[in-house]
């Protein structure tokens, strides 16, 4: 029996390539003779770099850059012939910032920018950006201040960093230094800028703004994104309603104003590793994430895994840290299956410290229930 293992990150605890190899171990304890390949992948999130790295190779190339506090760090991005693969998460992302201290309202995507300009100056002529599990509010602000057209008030002053001074914007600072680059919005998100549907109001709150906050921060990117209109040559009209204007904290419009185009972050990744013809080869799909709930049924991982594997007439098994999806809207999804860490450690503090074992060890419960061999 061949086994195909492609799981995105397990939020907090295993990156998709620990969480493939851990699947892959647990099945290889229960059913040694099953064939198991990984693909451990990404929609554009936190591990897109490592995933097309691990299946197509290419050169990290390192970035004195800044997080999103200003702080200096060090990051990379990928150079694979004449695309850039940068990820938002390295430079901008929850991670980055205790929860405790986060606050959209002043963290920044300069550092993304950093890494855009270098990879300008590297000579990709295509640059692919994954916008997920940003920390930033900002509008892509931060980013556009360090390709030297930051935002500035009505005497021509430069803006402070984050998403709050946005009200106070008036205008550019100069036209962004990108030489006709193609970018590239890997993201799942499909959300408008502004409104009760845009990244204020949606993913605000987990980045730590309160309701008041929520409110300045959406006046803030409704202004920016009328500054963005006048101010950038070709910039679409009705920019902020775009899909996708608001994804990582409205980093989306910026990248949209500057003539890029959005791409759903796993059909991008399905693309490029070749992965629908590694399904045409499997008898079983196994996928999973931290949560698997109704956010994972709308253009994330484990929805394009489950597509895929109906394409190819193969089942499809999630292994998530919890499940939150009842069994009719996973089936009517294509998945035939979903079982959870936290069902198998027994609580949810075992699966979060020990999500490697646990893993394994559901893993190989699922290879004996599923193995044919």
Known sequence: MRVLVAPDSFGGTLSAEQAAAAIATGWARQAPHD????????????????????TLGGELVPVKARGPR???????FLLLDDVAYLECATVAGLQLVPAAERDPKVTTTYGLGLLLAAAVESGARTAVI???GSVTNDGGAGLLAALGA???GVSGTALPPGGAALRACEGLAGVPALRGIEIVAATDVDNPLTGIHGASAIYGPQKGASDNDVQILDAALEQWARVLERGLPGCPAGVGDLPGAGAAGGLGVALLALGGRREAGIALVRRLIGFDSAVAEADLVITGEGSFDYQ???GKVVAGVAAAASEQGAPCVVLAGRVAVGRQ???AAHIDEA????????SVEVAMNDAENVLIELAARTAKDWSRS
């Open 35 to 54: 064939t198991v390949v990984t693909r451990p992948l990404s929609d554009g999130g936190p591990g897109l770099v490592e995933v097309i790295r691990a």
């Open 70 to 76: 200003m702080e200096p760090l060090e990051a990379s």
């Open 130 to 132: 994954g916008l997920g």
């Open 150 to 152: 930051g935002p500035v």
């Open 296 to 298: 994972s049924l709308r």
């Open 329 to 331: 809207e996973a089936a």
């Open 339 to 346: 079982r959870s860490l936290v069902e198998q450690a027994g």
